[in-house]
């Protein structure tokens, strides 16, 4: 059973960093694409960024690109999504999401370029989701 769970989330100042972390079980890092999104109240849901196995090709939204850097480390099983130079628009829920089928080996590609294609396709499989707060 696949289970993700998100951690790291808190309440910065613009400028600031935090560092999301996801905990994957029941299935491999290194077969599967994963990739965060966010969703923040009154808008619709946003693909933030994602990386694909085995490759490790790493794919951001313009909205993040030099600013949000995503990791992998397979013995841990575990994704970090560092965030740097934070804004208020970056407030949000964000969330760890794979999917089961359509993110397997070299499907994962392309789970990656739609899960942050607008709108995003968000996968089957996804935490409960940290909060990030930015103030101003």
């Known amino acids: 059973q696949v289970q993700l769970v998100e951690s790291?989330?808190?309440?910065?100042?613009?400028?600031?960093?935090?560092?999301?972390?996801?905990?994957?079980?029941?299935?491999?890092?290194?077969?599967?694409?994963?990739?965060?999104?966010?969703?923040?109240?009154?808008?619709?849901?946003?693909?933030?960024?994602?990386i694909s196995s085995p490759d490790g090709s790493t794919y951001y939204a313009d909205s993040v690109k030099g600013r949000f850097t995503l990791s992998r480390d397979n013995a841990k099983n575990t994704v970090y999504l560092q965030m740097n130079s934070l804004k208020p628009e970056d407030t949000a829920v964000y969330y760890c999401a794979t999917d089961r089928l359509h993110a397997a080996g070299l499907?994962?590609?392309?789970?990656?370029?739609?899960?942050?294609?607008?709108?995003?396709?968000?996968?089957?499989?996804w935490g409960q989701g940290t909060q990030v707060t930015v103030s101003s």
């Open 8 to 50: 790291g989330g808190g309440l910065v100042q613009a400028g600031g960093s935090l560092r999301l972390s996801c905990d994957a079980s029941g299935f491999t890092l290194d077969y599967y694409g994963i990739g965060w999104f966010r969703h923040a109240p009154g808008k619709e849901r946003a693909g933030v960024s994602c």
């Open 107 to 125: 499907l994962s590609r392309r789970f990656c370029a739609d899960l942050i294609a607008v709108p995003p396709r968000t996968g089957d499989s």
